[in-house]
């Protein structure tokens, strides 16, 4: 079993950054494992957001692209998410997700908001 925790929620103003951080109780980051994070606003679906694959391909939800970055952190067997130049539609609860030789994880999710 592995346990993710998200970290580096809160609020911020529009044009400002923020990083999230997902640490895992196991080292399945820093072992490859896929990684993604994903958000859920209000009376709406949980969308992907990035995710970066075994191999370290990374991809972008369109809305994102450009202004997000997704990475390891191998050293804190973490994975990231760096976000930069912030709206107030990302507003949402982000969750972290992995998948470690098939097995789905997920965390608890952290609050941004983004004020106009």
């Known amino acids: 079993q592995v346990q993710l925790v998200e970290s580096g929620g809160g609020l911020v103003q529009a044009g400002g950054s923020l990083r999230l951080s997902c640490a895992a109780s196991?080292?399945?980051?820093?072992?490859?494992?896929?990684g993604g994070w994903y958000r859920q606003a209000p009376g709406k679906q949980r969308e992907l957001v990035a995710i970066?694959?075994?191999?370290?391909?990374?991809n972008y939800a369109a809305s994102v692209k450009g202004r997000f970055n997704i990475s390891r952190d191998n050293a804190k067997n973490a994975l990231c998410l760096q976000m930069n130049s912030l709206k107030p539609e990302d507003t949402a609860v982000y969750y972290c997700?992995?998948?470690?030789?098939?097995?789905?994880?997920w965390g608890q999710g952290t609050q941004v908001t983004v004020s106009s």
């Open positions: 196991r080292s399945i980051f820093s072992s490859n494992a896929v």
């Open positions: 970066i694959t075994s191999g370290d391909t990374t």
């Open positions: 997700y992995a998948n470690y030789h098939g097995v789905a994880y």
